[in-house]
């Protein structure tokens, strides 16, 4: 089955894989291993929770000299509730 994304909830992600819903949370300021596309020398970005909604997303550190950011990966969302990656 894949992981659906199907809302936000405090601090992490509420997704569904099959008949199977849950809430999942990312660690603040973890660093990553994708690096940012916009700052030279090259940086990692980290995750980051909104303060206002408390969604969180993987954002540039130096911000706010670089404003980057993208959502959680897909496969981080599998791996953290035990599923296999998507091939």
């Known amino acids: 089955h894949q992981a659906v994304e199907v809302g936000k909830v405090t601090h992490g992600v509420l997704i569904r ?20 596309p916009h700052c030279v020398p090259v940086v990692t ?15 540039c550190p130096n911000y706010p000299e670089c404003n980057y950011t993208r959502g959680i990966p897909e496969a981080w969302k599998m791996r953290a509730n035990g599923q296999q990656e998507l091939i």
């Open 17 to 36: 894989i099959g008949s199977k819903t849950m809430s999942i949370k990312f660690d603040n300021n973890k660093p990553t291993d994708i690096p940012c």
């Open 45 to 59: 970005l980290i995750v980051k929770t909104n303060r206002i909604n408390e969604n969180q997303f993987l954002g």
